[in-house]
Structure formats: C-alpha cells, structure tokens
C-alpha cells in the first residue's frame, strides 16, 4: 500500500504551463509527466491556512481522481515588514501579478526593511494516505521597482540573497538553481532518484 | 540530502509512555526508538489547526534538536454531530481524560447520531525540509457511558465499527490492529520495509 515504487509517470495538480514547464526542466528524466488538466477540468481551491494544507488538498484530490502518483505544489512570498504577508495569500493577493506587486509596493514605500522569503511546499501522493513532503526556501529582498520579464507572479520584485538582480531578471535558467521551488524540486529528485 | 535509507534509530516525538510502548508494539522489528525526552525536557505545543500541522511542529522540532530521523503524531476524535469537534482540540478538550470524556458525553446527551471518526497522523522526518506523512481513519460510534479500562483518551467511549464494545474494553492487542493510529503506522511500518 504504501510501497514506494519508482514511478513510471506522476501526475502534476497543476494546469499553470509555466509551474509544468519548471517542474519538467529541473526534475528531467524518463519520468513523464501529465496535468491534472487531462483528468478533469476542475481547480482545487487554494483555501487553506499553510503551504503544506493547500498542497496537501491538491495533491490528495489529484491521486484520488487520477489514481496515478500526483505531486502538488503551493508556494508564497513571505515580507517580513508585512508580518509574513501575502504568505499563503500570495496567489490571492490581487487579480493579476501586476496588481499583486503593485499592492506588496504600495504596502513597501517608506520602507527600510526589505526581507523577505519565498518558501515552497512541494507533495509527491504516491499511496493511500500517504505522501512524501519537500520543502525550499529561497531569501531575499523586495526591490522599489519591478525590474525584468522573465518568470511569473512576484518574479519582478524578489531580489534573491546574493544577487542584485530579481528573479524576473536573472532568467529562467539561475531561478530554476537557486529558487524555493527549485530547492524543494531539488530534494524530490533525490528522493526520485533514492527509491 | 533528501536520502531515504533505513534508519538504524528514530527518535520519537513523545514522552507519553502510552504511545512508546503503542509505537514500539506495532512497528517492532531492528529499529531503537529513543524518546525525545532524551534529548531534551521541552514539550512541543500542539497550536496548529490540522493533525498535520501539529504533528509537523512536533517532527521539525524533534529532528532539529536530535539530528536524527524522527517521528512526530497527532490524532483526534472528529464526532459528526459536533460538526468534527473535538478534532484537533481532542487532547486539550478538558484537563484529564476524564473530564474530556464527560465534556463529550454531556454534549452528545440526547443526540442520536452517534458517528464519529478517530483519525492519526505520522510524519516521519528524515531530512531537512524533508518528510514522510501516513494517515490513519477509524470509523465508528461514540458510546452512551464510558466502559472498560484499557488503552487511553477517548478509548472507553469509542466503539469501532463492526465491534459492540468501545476500544477500551477491546483491549491493546485489537485495538493495534484495527485503530487509526495502528493504520497509519502499519502504512509507516511498509515505507520503512520498502526503503
């Protein structure tokens, strides 16, 4: 039952194509991957009060209707000037990624304190009841102005430790190395790899 | 990192010795359990608002401060008529078993539906950001009067389904292989086989 067998194909809870497009990129192998997209066209509500709650209803949903092993992911920018804020909110936070940075920005001004933390959660459903849980943490600063066109969500304002560019600058192929979503992907290939 | 192999000892997040004794009876076998009150005399809070909160408090602390794979739990009495309470609250519903016990029965008096659900969860913590989760379900009915005297908790009002008699009067040996903790750590048991 909860034997954890190397898969031969997992199911992603996602039809965002830029997460599956990461996911493919950083996890590579014989692996194929499918969307819950395939299965059903149904979102499942991010309502949850953590990372792991809303990955962990997605990832449950996905293997239930699939019966396939599914891997879900939820992840959100954590200020430390807004107590944590938009966390979990993150994907909530406004209608678009523009109106998202542009309320964190507003939120900012005046503000000195720039730290903040991207974290992701990433949940490989391989069983009944059962399930592997991958965690990365990517920190950094928030910068004054939207800078760059690569990536999505808050990728024009995170400015990672150590660099001096954001995200949305430093491209597709440094974030999916030093990212929260990268780490967390990084340690589910290990486990991939290991079983 | 994210390495799964057989450990040679976990470290468990308790020092309730009802649960050792619970934990080392159903999983068995080469491992050395140690208590994390080994380690350290600090109780970790049950805060959170899910079982798998909770249990990941536990787990991420435990592992923290031991170094070592550890293993963290949760469980709950979720009564149908109480819209899930007790829940998560379950251990903090009353300052002893007893006055838990009469909370509950006092609430349920005059109620017919007597449907409720015992539910566990085990996160096995082996790595950082890293961890294995294994739920556990046991359906079945509260009592009208406590009866019997083994076990602990919630056991002398609970009835399992396809039994008369509560977990309490059923005994150990019964109640390890049918309970929800039992399910989730036998789940817990065929991860550790497989690694």
Avoid: W
Avoid at 61 to 67: C, D, E, I, N, Q
Avoid at 122 to 128: E, G, L, M, N, W
Avoid at 169 to 185: D, F, M, P, Q, T
Wanted: glycine share 8%; aromatic share 10%.
């Amino acid at each position: 039952m909860a034997r954890s067998v190397k898969p031969r194909s997992i199911v992603l809870a996602t039809r965002n194509p830029h997460k599956i497009a990461e996911i493919k990129a950083i996890l590579g192998g014989r692996i194929q991957y499918e969307s819950i997209g395939d299965f059903l066209g149904i979102s499942v509500k991010e309502a949850g009060r953590t990372l792991v709650d809303n990955s962990l209803t997605k990832a449950a949903f996905t293997f239930k209707v699939s019966g396939k092993p599914s891997l879900a992911d939820d992840s959100g920018l954590f200020i430390e000037a807004l107590d944590g804020k938009p966390g979990v909110y993150s994907a909530r936070y406004g209608s678009d990624d523009n109106e998202r940075i542009t309320k964190v920005l507003k939120q900012l001004a005046n503000e000195k304190n720039r730290r903040a933390s991207f974290k992701a959660v990433f949940i490989y459903y391989y069983a009944p009841n059962t399930y592997a849980v991958f965690e990365g943490e990517c920190r950094g600063m928030i910068a004054d102005e939207p800078r760059g066109s690569s990536g999505f969500g808050y990728d024009p304002i995170f400015i990672p430790k150590g660099y001096s560019k954001t995200f949305a600058e430093l491209g597709e192929k440094v974030k999916n190395r030093i990212s929260h979503r990268a780490k967390a992907l990084i340690r589910f290939k290990k486990y991939l790899t290991n079983l």
